[in-house]
């Protein structure tokens, strides 16, 4: 009765405070501590810890105070937060699987949805990481192309840097679209300019959403997300940039979709989309579109922000601390000097770069309170109880910071990283990725973008603060911790970043005539005897191991050295395998996807496998092949003997019986010596080669649309062309008409058998490639043996002893009887010797086939951007001082060692290396062995007493000997 007495005479007011009262009493009792739950500060009712401070600061007062386990409360949700490196190592390493998940951030969700790879968990997680994991480091990363992207985008930061002129500028957009472009790279297969708007603004909205995400009203967001949405605030401008960022994503998804090859995939969203054709079956694994985007969206994030960020606050301690940038620089002018780039290899040797670097990420402390985890478990943690579902936030700024483990942890100190002796030091309190199964997925690749950005800056830049305007060092907190808006100087230092070019101008004037409508006619600055290797080999002394030339208003790269030559066709092979343009090819073989020597991509990769097995097929390293040869060789030793001892011209006869052998492969006969026929064809080679080589070549290459106009040599060039392609397609004909499709006899049958299979495809299977194929397999497997054999005889007619030791080792070996056979050569090493050092300072292709960039990459420190036409040097390589001992001497003993054993040379490239290596190498090799040896077992060779033979040469696209006539005398 007094109760109701008591409610009846309340008014609206004591109603109010009774319900509040109420409320109260059910907030307390709902949100009282745990027991045995980790202490911390009091909460207010209904809000809890919302206006305690949020920065990494204020966390650290609190763990001073409560311990290195402590907890707040935000709103209904209790956080707990790990202090210290070995309270954090308990967590994230000893205890990696109680606290493995991730919680619902509120803020984040509503972009991310708990899919994608940083805020998932469970299955779809897993199957998301690793994928994302296998398909990064397919793509790339902790491999050399990873590399390779980071030091092509180095050179763009270099040269953006440079654009400056010395100026004070701001470089925080242009760092950041450096680092991005990287993992653009992997996820999408392309870069972005810096001057791209597009990606510019979605660098800023990145930038500002970052910043935002970690202030103290977004976190209200995070404590009362019902009521928060409907409310204006930073969190809705965080939103509004993620959807702005998404759209952006989807846009490059799309473009992917409607390119996409299934078979050709060139980055991640491409795996990606087949994967999800995979995994239909498998929902929970989570391969959609939408799952795509988010992770896209991880993948950026994380690929961009961290090393980004890390790089401002490297060059903004190297501002204040300038003692300390002299020493890195000295480091790397010692270690790697000015003539090159930076490489991940190098970081071993340069111990105090590699511990600035680390005090820079340590000092940097940018992610101060790590990503929240949440415990997917019931647990305890330095002796407190931790309910399933909490969410942990590790404080990656207390362990960076650790009293216990840093000698002097609020002090700039590379020295932490360094042993008494200088050398580098791992740490094993250095978490800047934090740890665990949750460390950061791109931690490789942005260690590998921090060592190769920050040394290259450092080797080619001064950087140093604008006067009167040294910026703090005291950061900006967001999710991240990052420097202020700053400016700096950047002064060039020895560093040469400029392509040399040594430019071939061509002069061109117009003159009347009353006799013609109008003439052209031309000079050029170079001598009247012009000859391309000597000219590029002077240039290669004057310029370096790589230097440019420009021919009309095509530039080639020309690469000179066998370590440069290595780099670019072994190392570096699949950056290096494409034909580039070439305008005689052009006119010659109908364009530039037919044949087997000018074509690219899948026409090429098809159409020289299938050369190469038919080839085998009918004897290409075998012993049948072997009997052919040694029957022409038979041929070739009549021919000679017809002479009587008498003086003959040898380069007729030796260019008829190598020929037989391809002609043999390719067209199924051979051509008898007196075949007058055969003798055009044989000289229409010849001067295709000279010509090709002449200045002529280079002006039709350099200026077709004039050239093609005119008269001059270089049309015979052509006609030598069409008598060539002429001969081949009557025998193609010829094959045609007696085809016998289950026996074929060579490799034109084969290839016409082949036709019938890919009648839809285009990859060069057609009657006009097949002569132009054939025309290719009949020019290499012509000219370069028996050009050396021609060399061969100069050399050992010059060289009496070192003839008289090859007939002493062949009579030993084999005797004068018997025919040579390939399993001979193993017993003979002096021969061996000496056909390698016929061929090594022969040097028949000084400047091998043009190259060309399949895509950016770097060499030797130069930025050779895609498309680039690029010239290994092969003379360069042969006549390297650095790897032969008497480079510009006939010297077997190159090739032989202290006990006269046949020793193998890497610097022996004569047929090129890599995957454009000379398709008949292996025939080559086998006919300069067994057509010497026979020649040698029945002959002495020598000139007329007076003669003096020359070994200047002849150079065209081949160098050749001057003509000369030599006595064979029977032994």
């Known amino acids: ?36 739950f980790p202490p911390g500060p009091w909460a207010l009712p209904f809000v809890g810890n919302v206006f305690t401070g949020v920065d990494f600061k204020t966390m650290e007062k609190l763990s001073l105070k409560y311990g290195p386990v402590f907890s707040l409360r935000r709103g209904s949700t209790r956080m707990v937060f790990i202090s210290g490196y070995k309270m954090v190592k308990e967590a994230l390493v000893n205890q990696l699987d109680c606290f493995v998940d991730r ?119 995070d404590a009362f997300p019902d009521l928060m949405k409907y409310l204006p605030g930073p969190h809705q401008t965080v939103h509004s940039n993620y959807r702005e960022i998404l759209a952006f994503l989807r846009q490059e998804i799309e473009k992917h979709q409607e390119e996409w090859n299934p078979d050709d995939p060139r980055d991640f969203i491409d795996v990606y989309l087949a994967e999800m054709e995979k995994k239909k079956e498998d929902p929970q694994a989570g391969f959609n579109i939408e799952t795509l985007l988010v992770c896209t969206l991880d993948l950026i994030e994380a690929g961009t922000e961290s090393a980004a960020t890390t790089l401002r606050w490297a060059i903004l301690y190297m501002l204040h601390y300038q003692e300390i940038q002299k020493k890195v620089q000295e480091e790397i002018d010692r270690v790697i000097g000015q003539s090159r780039q930076p490489t991940i290899a190098d970081r071993p040797d340069l111990p105090y770069t590699d511990a600035v670097i680390h005090e820079v990420q340590r000092m940097a402390n940018i992610v101060p309170l790590g990503f929240p985890k949440m415990a997917s478990k019931d647990t305890t943690l330095g002796g407190y109880f931790i309910p399933k579902g909490t969410p942990i936030t590790t404080m990656l700024s207390s362990v960076l910071f650790d009293k216990n483990e840093w000698a002097t942890p609020d002090v700039f100190n590379p020295e ?41 800056l450092l080797q080619r830049f001064t950087l140093s603060p604008v006067p009167g305007e040294l910026p703090s060092l005291d950061g900006q907190m967001g999710f991240t911790h990052s420097p202020q808006v700053f400016r700096l100087l950047a002064e060039l230092g020895n560093w040469a970043p400029e392509r040399i070019i040594a430019q071939m101008n061509w002069h061109m004037f117009y003159t009347r005539d009353a006799l013609l409508d109008a003439t052209l006619v031309w000079a050029w600055d170079w001598p009247s005897e012009f000859n391309p290797p000597q000219v590029f080999s002077s240039l290669a002394d004057t310029y370096g191991d790589l230097f440019s030339v420009r021919f009309g208003s095509d530039t080639q790269v020309f690469v000179s050295g066998y370590k440069m030559v290595k780099e670019a066709l072994l190392t570096q092979a699949g950056n290096f395998v494409d034909r580039p343009q070439s305008a005689i090819a052009h006119r010659v073989y109908f ?69 037989n052998i391809i002609c043999q492969l390719v067209m199924g006969k051979r051509f008898a010596y007196s075949d007058h026929q055969f003798h055009v064809l044989l000289k229409c080679l010849n001067e295709i080669l000279r010509l090709q080589g002449s200045t002529w070549g280079l002006l039709y290459e350099s200026f077709p649309g004039i050239m093609k106009l005119l008269p001059g040599p270089h049309n015979q060039l052509f006609q030598h062309y069409n008598a060539l392609q002429h001969f081949l397609s009557k025998e193609v004909e010829r094959h045609k008409k007696d085809l016998d499709p289950s026996n074929p006899q060579d490799y034109i049958d084969t290839f016409l058998i082949e036709m019938e299979k890919h009648k839809e495809s285009d990859l060069g299977f057609s009657e006009t490639n097949l002569a132009l194929c054939s025309m290719d397999l009949f020019i290499a497997g012509t000219e370069t043996t028996s050009t050396s054999m021609m060399w061969a005889l100069v050399y050992l007619i010059k060289h009496p002893d070192v003839q008289e030791k090859v007939h002493a080792e062949i ?88 006990n006269g054993k046949f020793v193998r040379r890497e610097a022996f490239l004569p047929f090129s290396a890599g995957k454009r290596v000379c398709l008949g190498e292996g025939l080559a090799k086998m006919e300069m062995f067994l057509f010497m040896v026979g020649l040698l077992q029945k002959f002495s060779f020598s000139v007329p007493d007076g003669v003096e033979l020359s070994t200047e040469g002849i150079t065209g696209s081949t160098r050749v000997p001057h003509p000369y006539k030599a006595y064979a005398k029977a032994r």
């Not at 398909?135 to 953006?160: D, M, P, T």
């Not at 580098?424 to 997925?441: E, N, T, Y």
């Not at 018997?818 to 028949?844: C, F, K, L, W």
Request: aromatic share 12%.
């Open 1 to 36: 009765m007094i109760l109701e007495a008591l409610f009846n005479r309340m008014d609206f007011t004591s109603w109010l405070l009774f319900g509040f009262i109420l409320l109260l009493l059910v907030n307390v009792v709902k949100n009282w501590r745990p027991h045995n």
């Open 416 to 456: 932490h990283f360094l042993d008494s002796e200088g050398k580098f030091l791992r740490r094993d309190a250095f978490l800047p990725f934090s740890a665990g199964k949750r460390v950061c997925l791109g931690e490789h690749l942005a260690r590998m973008e921090l060592f190769l950005f920050f040394a290259t």
């Open 811 to 898: 009579d030993r070996v084999i005797g004068r009887i018997r025919q040579p056979s390939m399993a001979d050569r193993t017993n003979m090493p002096y021969t061996d010797a000496v056909i390698h050092e016929v061929q090594r300072i022969g040097n028949i292709v000084p400047l091998n086939g043009l190259r060309m960039a399949a895509k950016d990459t770097t060499l030797g420190g130069y930025f050779i951007p895609k498309g680039t036409s690029l010239m290994p040097m092969l003379t360069s390589v042969l006549f390297d001082k650095n790897e032969w001992e008497t480079p510009d001497t006939f010297n077997p003993e190159h090739f032989l060692d202290a």
């Open 591 to 659: 364009g530039h996807s037919n044949g087997l020597f000018m074509s690219n991509n899948e026409t090429w990769k098809k159409q020289r496998r299938f050369a190469l097995s038919t080839l085998r097929n009918f004897g290409l390293g075998t012993n049948t092949l072997e009997q052919c040869i040694c029957e022409e060789i038979r041929y070739l030793q009549e021919e000679i003997e017809k002479e009587k001892g008498g003086p003959f011209s040898p380069a007729g006869l030796f260019n008829n019986a190598v020929s």
């Open 103 to 221: 919680p619902i951030v509120p803020l984040f969700h509503v972009v991310f949805k708990g899919i994608g790879i940083a805020l998932s968990n469970g299955y779809l997680w897993k199957k998301q990481r690793k994928f994302a994991y296998t398909h990064l480091r397919y793509f790339g990363e902790g491999q050399k192309s990873l590399e390779n992207y980071i030091e092509v985008e180095s050179n763009f930061l270099c040269e953006a840097f440079k654009d400056e002129q010395g100026r004070p500028f701001n470089p925080h957009y242009t760092i950041t679209n450096a680092v991005g472009n990287i993992i653009s790279s992997v996820t999408f297969g392309h870069r972005f300019e810096y001057s791209d708007p597009t990606f510019r603004k979605i660098l800023e909205l990145d930038n500002e959403a970052v910043l935002l995400s970690g202030s103290a009203q977004t976190q209200l967001y």
